[in-house]
Nanobody, 125 residues
Framework: QVQLVESGGGLVQAGGSLRLSCAAS????????MAWFRQAPGDGREFVAA????????YYVDSAKGRFTISRDNAKNTVYLQMNSLKPEDTAVYYC??????????????????WGQGTQVTVSS
């Protein structure tokens, strides 16, 4: 079992910033591919950003490029999502996910074996 716990969500005005954190326990974190997804009311869960294990390549949805940065600190077993220049359309529950099995189709939900419970991000206009 790998447990993931998100934190850092909250209410922010448009143009502001938040940093989300996802703490992992129960496995070898440095080997995992990690990702952030989000789900707004009435919408499906959509890919936001991912970072691979080992080489630590990063991937982003187009709407996040230039504004969001995914990073990881393997010594702390934690992955981060730094969100700058936030927009109301970024409002959603943000979920952390981990891939333990090695086939890294980074934007596909079924790639990921473990999910956190989510943290709410609300951006006011």
């Amino acid at each position: 079992q790998v447990q993931l716990v998100e934190s850092g969500g909250g209410l922010v005005q448009a143009g502001g910033s938040l940093r989300l954190s996802c703490a992992a326990s129960g496995g070898t974190f440095s080997r995992y591919d990690m990702a952030w997804f989000r789900q707004a009311p009435g919408d499906g869960r959509e890919f936001v950003a991912a970072i691979s294990g080992n080489v630590e390549r990063t991937y982003y949805v187009d709407s996040a490029k230039g504004r969001f940065t995914i990073s990881r600190d393997n010594a702390k077993n934690t992955v981060y999502l730094q969100m700058n220049s936030l927009k109301p359309e970024d409002t959603a529950v943000y979920y952390c996910a981990a891939n333990l099995l090695g086939h890294f189709y980074y934007s596909v939900r079924s790639t990921y074996d473990s999910w956190g419970q989510g943290t709410q991000v609300t951006v006011s206009s």
